[in-house]
């Protein structure tokens, strides 16, 4: 899908793309630290939201793993991770970093708190009226 971009990516094209899958997507100039690694740079066109800073990423996987595992092939550079617990992939070109998001916040824990704690005083008010 990047690939179908091009190396100065059609924003247009980008939009319509991720507008269709339901993600949020940001592209970054690629700059690299003194070690190497890959490093967002300035914003080339973007539609995350503000909350979603591309500088908390933390890395689970490369795509250099999968291969190994595997053995298929991913002719780009890929990082899966996630941002504020959001699962996120990053993908290199070798000029652009592309975060690619799913538009999908998961609900709270307490709704299942709330719904098993009534469910439990239900029966158990339940129960006291079966017995008497």
Partial sequence: MVSSWGSLPDTNHVLKEINNLQMWCGIFELNTTESGIAIPGKKYWSNLPYYIIVEEFYNWHKSSEFEEMYDIDIPLEVFFGEI?????????????????????????????????????????????????
């Fill in 84 to 132: 504020n617990t959001m699962p996120v992939t990053v993908v290199n070109n070798g000029n652009y970093l592309f975060y690619l998001v799913i538009d999908y916040i998961p609900p709270s824990e307490i709704n299942n708190l709330l719904f098993a704690f009534i469910l439990a005083i239900l029966f158990i008010v339940g129960l006291y009226f079966f017995i008497h």
